[in-house]
């Protein structure tokens, strides 16, 4: 939700730091001041809480399982004395990992106890997984960064945390995190190994995901009172969607920059605070709020506060496009709420034959046959190849892209700069959806229905049901005849988006490496197969964060 600033001007923010900044000590002149809150913690922990954050005789504080549930009541307890000695309650919200359930609980989304049990529960799963380790790289911005782990064969590391334009957490095994430390080190590059004994915030946190995101179907959560930015999409909550994105974050990266450029559009760095008095989420913030280089932001990158930089006059320039290829039973409308967020980005769908403006021309159940109907109407429409471009398919659309770029490869045109692929394994690989042509038309609708993406009104009128029915079939049809050949890799780099629920292995995914030279690129949304109708803005800024990263090949 997106609460209006007051009358009196923009509102108040809150800033809740996550792990990592825990140290002995802390919450010293909050115990005494709640008791009944920590003997509440005490119960459902099972320990003596003010002994571990004050003494920490065995040395917990630092284990994961007593980390998270000591930070959550130390923040919990921190904004709570702040709003009694009569500080603004805060109209958004904002914490880093661990920090985003005390934004939900200061947001209204549960109470001190409910949020208290879910974090500890967190923290016993993360816990978890072992042999992982985390490494934060300073000076370095995150595209220079993914070219040096491209070129030491490093693809086994994810980024966990984008924290400011040039601080970047590694997550990944341990053997990997020590070898690009090393590395770094030779080039001078200042990086840390943090105080965790996992890959928290990666592909290796997916088992702890899963465990949780089942564990919080026990939990209902309140509409939000407030304002939270999520890390992992770097926008606001809404209220439906809480369970989701919070297993979604255990095991995606938290994208602390996109996420305060977000709240500094709704308000300005001097009305944010720190809960508990700290200064690395502050500094963060200014070190975001003073490069300014987002574009939109306002800012020139350089440009100091109340100081104006007159840009030199400049021609405008063109904007990169977007080539999009539909989805089974879609037309050039598919994606229309892509285009809505890509506004530096001309978004182009092509429109098969059987559909649309193309109704009267048979419709094609080949993918050699479709994929040289996409090719002829990039080749006859020269300004789809003029400037910068990049393809993008989901599902079928996701194949029929990939031999699209193929083709243009075979006939020497222009490549494109990046190919995005979501909701298919890789083309070397069966579909799951190759016989679904074959269905009887009842079995065919209801399998459809668990898909998603089918309108519901849809079903409520027969004679629509029977026109598109013939279309779908055509286009799973294609699926069916789609056969695999083995070529050199396109020299494109591919990214693959995927729901947190669709049917995909790891290695489904991972096979997409097999078709590109360079290093694959992933990330997954809350959501089943059609999940990019409800995160088109995430979907969006991955887009344009390749398209940008592709700028200098």
């Not at 890509?342 to 109704?359: A, F, H, I, K, S």
Request: neutral net charge; aromatic residues 8%.
């Amino acid at each position: 939700m997106n609460r209006p600033a007051t009358a009196s001007g923009p509102g108040r923010a809150v800033l809740f730091p996550g792990q990592g900044s825990q140290r002995r000590g802390m919450g010293a002149d909050l115990f005494g001041r709640f008791p009944e809150l920590v003997s509440l913690a005490g119960d459902v922990l099972g320990y003596d809480l003010p002994r571990l954050c004050l003494e920490d005789p065995d040395g917990r504080l630092d284990d994961t399982r007593y980390t998270q549930p000591a930070l959550y009541v130390v923040n919990a307890l921190s904004h709570l004395a702040s709003v009694e000695d009569g500080e603004p309650v805060g109209e958004y919200f904002l914490g880093h990992s661990l920090g985003e359930y005390n934004a939900l609980l200061a947001a209204g989304a549960f109470d001190f106890e409910t949020g208290l049990r879910l974090v500890a529960r967190r923290g016993e799963l993360m816990a978890r997984e072992r042999g992982g380790a985390m490494l934060a790289v300073v000076g370095l911005p995150e595209t220079a960064l993914r070219e040096f782990l491209a070129g030491q064969d490093l693809g086994r590391l994810d980024v966990a945390n984008l924290n400011t334009p040039t601080q970047t957490v590694l997550s990944g095994p341990v053997e990997d995190i020590e070898r690009a430390r090393r590395s770094l080190d030779d080039r001078r590059v200042r990086t840390s190994r943090l105080r965790v004994s996992a890959a928290f915030h990666s592909r290796y946190m997916e088992p702890a995901r899963a465990e949780f995101r089942a564990f919080l179907k026990g939990y209902r959560f309140a509409p939000l009172r407030a304002t939270v930015i999520a890390n992992f999409t770097a926008r606001p909550y809404a209220d439906d969607e809480i369970a989701q994105v919070l297993s979604a974050q255990i095991a995606g990266p938290v994208r602390w920059v996109e996420s305060v450029r977000h709240l500094l559009r709704l308000t300005p760095a001097e009305n944010c605070r720190e809960a508990g008095g700290g200064r690395v989420l502050t500094r963060m913030l200014e070190q975001i709020d003073a490069a300014g280089t987002e574009p939109g932001s306002g800012k020139a990158a350089g440009a100091t506060a109340g100081t104006a930089r007159r840009p030199a006059p400049q021609a405008p320039a063109r904007r990169p496009r977007l080539v999009c290829v539909a989805y089974a039973g879609g037309d050039e409308r598919a994606y229309a709420g892509l285009a809505e967020h890509c506004p530096d980005v001309e978004v182009v769908t092509l429109e098969r034959p059987g559909r649309g403006r193309r109704m009267s021309e048979p419709l094609l159940r080949d993918a050699g046959a479709l994929a040289d109907d996409l090719f002829r109407q990039v080749r006859d429409r020269r300004e789809h190849l003029d400037g910068p471009y990049a393809l993008y398919g989901h599902s079928l659309g996701a194949r029929l892209a990939f031999l699209l770029c193929r083709r243009l490869r075979d006939e020497g045109l222009p490549a494109p700069r990046h190919l995005f692929v979501s909701g298919e394994c890789a083309p070397a690989l069966p579909s799951r959806e190759r016989d679904t042509w074959r269905l009887p038309t009842d079995a065919f609708w209801d399998h459809l229905k668990q898909l998603g993406g089918i309108p519901p009104e849809l079903f409520d009128h027969q004679d629509l049901m029977r026109f598109y029915e013939r279309i779908l079939r055509a286009d799973f049809e294609a699926l069916g005849s789609y056969t695999h050949q083995e070529r050199e890799p396109l020299d494109t780099p591919v990214t693959v988006i995927t729901g947190y629920d669709e049917w995909f292995t790891e290695d489904d995914i991972r096979a997409w490496q097999a078709e590109t030279s360079y290093p694959l690129t992933t990330h997954r949304f809350p959501g089943g197969h059609f999940f990019i109708k409800e995160h088109w803005a995430g979907l969006a800024r991955i887009v344009v964060s390749g398209l940008r990263a592709d700028a200098g090949r």
